[in-house]
């Protein structure tokens, strides 16, 4: 009779801890009884153990095995653990010499024929354990590419746990050599501004909401989702920690990469997504589009089509950068901080050349989007294709100027925790920053014809800078005021509120 400890890992949100695993055999009745969780959370994993262990050709240990995995934070089982255990209760059996766990860390969940399966945050456990210096990871074999994404990972992919097993019981597990060259970084991307045809208006204010990070409002029957899909690639690449927080919110999510994350992540859930799908779900520990989106682009297609709550529940991760959800008496947070693009045709029927809808039903139609377009600075009308337009500028051009424009604004906000003009709050707008006299000017007096709201001022001068910054101007003169107007109300003049 023995005992026997090992390491596996469990997350909270995106932050990953430290599981010490420990087991204990003493003469008794056979049984492993987990001490420290919630009985209700821990009999499914005994299940699967016990069959795992069987169906490895291994015989059950003859002995009470208590084993405890703590800290659980929150005090709920988490299957990752499964492997870790396993192996625990074999070596304190006496099945497995002890020494060759210790010092490691296990990760996967045991199917109950004894396959090691994937799970999902493998990127940001592997990086914990790898921060306290546990840098020797077995991972299911899935997991294995992800995992060695992280710097200093050693990594041991395994798929069966009768393999694991036998490795351990006659010397120790293989590390991970992968015979496949990494793909290259690539900044590139499949799709390109040169493929949308017309749309001049549209192009434009894409630019300017890359360069700023602005949201924005498209409008019409035109191509918009083509539009949305070639905004990322104007974005400037993500920077070694935006990548690696991508990376950790895609791993989580079960969507890891083959290679490291440059371009900035398009999320486009459907109209049907429920709340989970978009904000995250706190059982499952699962992050929803919004933070799919985070660092990229958050795309609505047909967006009056989404249920109300989705729409307006926007607004906080728009107001935060981040989701917050709670339940089951856990609380969790995943970062959120995305350009939004919305796109709304002017009513609900898909009859664009016979449609019948009065009046009141397109008003009451976008009218959905109210609260959603209160954080919206620009707008802009997308056109059905129209051939003779001909093409337009590609991708890489217009990203060379977002760029500079960005250098110049992050430049400007050194100082300041703010990155981008869109996210300088109100208040710094006019105490920090200064637009020239008629700039200002002309903006007020939009304010006083009723043209824009008070509330929306702070979103006109946001653009006016971004339009100074595009043009390598110090300060908003008298024509990026008109531009900022002009965007705000997109060519239809729906934007005028
Ligand atoms: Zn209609």
Sequence with gaps: MGYASTRSLALTGLTAHIVDIEADAAPGDSELHLVGLPELSVWPARARIRAAILNSGTAWPDARITASVTPMIPPVYDAAADLALAVALLAAAGVIPPERIAGRVFLGEL???GQIRPIRGVLPMVAAAVRAGLSRVVVPAECAREAAQVPGAVVMPVTRLADV??????????????????????????????????????????????????????SGDGPATMLAERLPGILPPLDHDAAREVAEIRSLAGQSD???????????????????????????????AVSLAHHGVLHLADAPEFARTVLDGLCRPMDSGQVHLAGLGRSVHYPARFTLVVDARPCPCL???????????????????????????????????????????????????????????????????WRTNAEIPAPDLTTR????????????????????????????LRVAWTLADLRGADRPQLDDAAGALELWKGADGDGAR
């Design 351 to 417: 009859e664009q050349r016979e449609c019948a809808c009065t009046p009141e039903v397109r008003r009451r139609y976008r009218a959905r989007l109210a609260l959603l377009l209160s954080r919206v600075a620009v707008r802009a009308p997308v056109e059905q294709e129209d051939r003779a337009a001909g093409t337009g500028e590609p991708s890489a051009t217009v990203a060379a100027r977002v760029l500079a424009a960005r250098v110049r604004a992050a430049h400007r906000l050194a100082e300041t925790p």
């Design 165 to 218: 097993i036998d490795q351990l019981r006659h010397g120790a597990i293989r590390d991970h050599h992968d015979q496949e060259p990494e793909s290259a970084l690539s900044s590139s991307f499949a799709v390109d501004l040169a493929d949308v045809p017309g749309n001049q208006a549209a192009r434009h204010t894409l630019e300017v909401c890359a360069a700023g990070g602005h949201h924005l409002l498209l």
């Design 258 to 288: 083959r290679a490291p994350v440059v371009t900035p992540p398009l999320s486009a859930p459907h109209h049907t997504a429920t709340a989970a799908a978009i904000f995250g779900s706190v059982a499952g520990n699962r992050p929803g």
């Design 111 to 113: 199917a109950l024929d």
């Design 433 to 460: 920053f200064s637009v020239a006299p008629e700039a200002a000017e002309l903006l007020w007096s939009a304010v006083t014809a009723g043209l824009v709201t008070a509330d929306g001022m702070p979103r006109l």
